[in-house]
């Protein structure tokens, strides 16, 4: 019962009388134009891959990566067996065995840089990353990334001899990354996705800060990175336990805008629609349903009070992107010294990891990957017009150059006060309309339908 109508009950109750405006049924649905927007569900193609993320390979993956003692980012870079050098040999020939079965489509790369002493980072050390790229058949240049941090530590963040497992921060998120790449390597798809494990995170984002600038710089059309940053456990402290469910940040206003930028999004109450917004109520569409059996919790903040990840390092380029992390964080199993006080044990091990969980997860990225790399790009230069007053809203875009690829557009609506798109208007195949739907009371977006049914992110207006 909603909460007007449970009121004029107990008022009717109470009194036999009551104000009549509490009797009104409150409206959940805001009258307008268009349909209720039903979330896309994933295709057989799409939900074969997903039910083939395994809970067993996340497991092995975890405790290989656990296995080489420390994985700090100063620790030894040659050694066979011991240190950071041998994590990444052997993430690489793991993805390099993916890739031979993609057709030629799978390359994997290993880019390295000297990274230069920092304030809190005191010696010149090689950073390496390493990529699995699944490059796009039909729009090579646009990609979408997914990312873990292979690198760990202990309490001390210069400490790089101690043993530091790094199970959940974040060998979940680079068995992510590598499960996806294992899955997908045999598969199409029509944009780029990049699987990737990068390495100084935890002294400086360095290893992500790299990749973000080289895309920038080689004008990758990057439309979406997923950053899978302590996404391995289920249970927090004091008992707490969600199995279903993660936590994605999404971040407000880009750390790239200009400061007038910022103003102008703002003068529109567009705080709320950021592109990493869009990427998130994508996402939250997306990955929710049957398959992935997980409830998405999106959170409107770059990320935990003082905290900090590599989707950081995206956003800083100007591309969207999103942080998942597990629902309740156990604050002793990460960045600990391996040690037992009064019974307690501290430490990053694979024996708090919750697999089910995480290759749940996995599939909640799985789902948010592909259907991007199948749909539509996210139209570009969408502009609201605002040269009269009417209470119509005209929008125009740019015909996308892969328009042979696209079915129709839509508008896409909401109340200004909640959080996910839902109300659909569909109007064909077209780069400009105008809607009766006044500007002033609504936010709405317009986004692309594909030939073969995937639609895309939505894109945001700005005034002309
Ligand atoms: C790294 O390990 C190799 C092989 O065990 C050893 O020869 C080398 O001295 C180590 N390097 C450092 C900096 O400890
Ligand atoms: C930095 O180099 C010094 C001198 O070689 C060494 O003692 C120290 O352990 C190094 N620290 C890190 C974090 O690499
Ligand atoms: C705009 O809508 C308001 C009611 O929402 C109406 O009173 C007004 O006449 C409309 N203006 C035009 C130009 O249609
Ligand atoms: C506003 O939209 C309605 C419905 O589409 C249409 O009848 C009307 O002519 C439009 N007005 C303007 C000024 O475009
Ligand atoms: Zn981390």
New binding site residues.
Partial sequence: MRIAQRLAALCLLATGACAQSLMEPLTIWPPGPGDVLVAQQPDNELSSMLNQIDPKRIQAIIEKLVSFGTRHT?SNQTDPVRGIGAARDWIASQMRTFAAASNGRMTVTVPSFIQQPTNS???A?LISNIIATLTGSKEPNRVYVVSGHYDSRVTSI?N?IDDAPGADDDGSGVAISMELARIMATHQPAATIMFAAVAGEEQGLFGSDFMAKTLKQQGADVQGMLDNDIVGASKGDAGSNDPFSIRMFVSGLPPSNTASQNNALASIGGENDSPAHQLGRFVAEVSQNSVTQMNVRTIFRPDRFLRGGDHESFLDQGFPAVRFTEPHENFAHQHQDVRIVNGVQFGDLAEFCDFDFNARVGKVNGAALWSLAQAPGTPKNLIIDTSVLTNNSTLTWDVDPHQDEIASYEVVWRETDQAQWNRVISIGLVNKVTVDLSKDNVQMGVRAVGKNGFKSPAAFPMPS
Avoid: E, G
Wanted: aromatic content about 14%.
């Fill in positions: 100063a980072f005191p010696n050390t210069l790089n």
